[in-house]
């Protein structure tokens, strides 16, 4: 049986940094107070204009062209994400269209900050079935369009990013070896948005109780996730037939750096293992572990033959975590003219866009069933 190996990965952070000194001039706190609760000292947010979808196409440009695939070669796209562009259609359908992946299917995945490890067990599954070959998995978020900027207790934890991972089917000996998930809906009210639904659309009555904006009850999360972090990577390598004692890397959710202690701690792992670029970027939910899994490559973490763990956990209440056995090395630097020629394609792909969209427009005017 194949199984689903990452062969590319690529992450998009846009430029705008808002700092802990930025957030002391909007709310009352300070960077001592945040750095103390949560170890975050800037985060970055999109830009205008800036959105889920086109942060996620430049990390899965970048992923793609890492891994030396087309566009057109991929069979599936699977955004994991809590800040979808629309309610649909799918973020991951403008991606594809995006991209020119014309072969592809595409959908969304809801599952909060663990959306990305849900991701990935789907796209493993769809790979070791024969249901699909090449699969692009993106985790992306614009948190800050739904951060309510007067609450401190929330507004110092998000940020916005977007990371994306190419699996291929390969040898049986590496790749994704197990992947375990987890929900429990009786906690559903701990972290969630209330209003934009169907249970709440979007009133006078909803914009005036500020219901649009992320609410969470932080000490139950908190101590949600220190539990449910040590026992779902025990879980896992114990599926995969490992132990704590290959773990190369443990990349967890980055959400708040007492999290992230209290569960080492938990696990006994030394703090070498642990990745986390939680002071950079803060909470970006769905993209935190494709970032931070990038990055670990990009600094030399990871090696081909090396164990890394990924492990989520977030709204639903939900919560997962994936073993891997890394296979693919760095990439080569890329040529220049191979890097023309990868943006000349990508501006046939948007020429190629708006004539189908302007064949649409067309169709439904004069066309006929």
């Not at 194949?2 to 430029?15: E, M, N, Q, S, T």
């Not at 401190?152 to 390969?170: H, S």
Request: charged fraction near 20%.
């Amino acid at each position: 049986m194949p199984r689903a190996h990452i062969v590319g990965w690529g992450k998009y952070i846009p430029p705008q940094v808002l700092t802990n000194d930025d957030l002391s001039r909007m709310v009352d706190t300070s960077d001592e107070w945040i750095i103390t609760r949560t170890g975050i000292r800037e985060r970055h947010v999109a830009a205008e204009g800036e959105t889920t979808a086109t942060m996620a196409i430049q990390a899965a440009r970048q992923a793609l062209e890492g891994a030396g695939i087309r566009p057109e070669k991929v069979d599936l796209i699977i955004v994991a994400t809590a800040t979808p562009d629309y309610l649909f259609p799918a973020t991951a359908c403008l991606i594809q269209d995006a991209l020119g992946a014309t072969r592809a299917a595409a959908f969304d995945l809801a599952a909060g900050c663990t959306g990305f490890v849900y991701a990935l067990g789907v796209a493993a599954a769809m790979v070791e079935s024969g249901t699909a070959q090449t699969v692009l998995v993106v985790g992306s978020e614009t948190l800050s369009r739904i951060t309510d900027w007067t609450d401190r207790n929330t507004c110092v934890l998000f940020g916005d990013g977007a990371g994306a991972v190419v699996l291929q089917a390969g040898p049986e000996n590496g790749g994704i070896l197990a992947t375990v998930l987890g929900a429990d809906g009786s906690g559903s009210n701990l972290l969630m948005l209330p209003a934009g639904g169907s249970r709440h659309p979007a009133s006078h009555r909803t914009i005036a109780e500020r219901m649009h904006f992320i609410r969470m009850q932080g000490r139950d999360v908190f101590r949600f996730a220190v539990r449910v972090i040590p026992a779902v990577t025990r879980q896992a390598l114990t599926k995969a037939g490992l132990s704590l004692n290959d773990v190369t890397l443990f990349i967890p959710h980055q959400a708040n750096g007492r999290i992230i202690e209290g569960a080492i701690r938990d696990l006994k792992l030394p703090p070498e293992k642990v990745y986390s670029n939680l002071e950079q970027y803060g909470n970006t939910s769905a993209a935190s572990i494709p970032i931070a899994l990038c990055e670990a490559v990009e600094e030399g973490r990871l090696k081909p033959g090396d164990v890394v763990v990924c492990v989520g956990f977030g709204a639903g209440l939900t919560w997962g975590a994936t073993v891997l056995r890394w296979t693919h090395p760095q990439p080569a630097p890329v040529p220049t003219w191979q890097q023309f020629l990868r943006r000349l394609r990508y501006a046939l792909v948007t020429i190629r866009s708006w004539l189908r969209h302007l064949w649409w427009k067309v169709f439904l005017r004069f066309g006929r069933e």
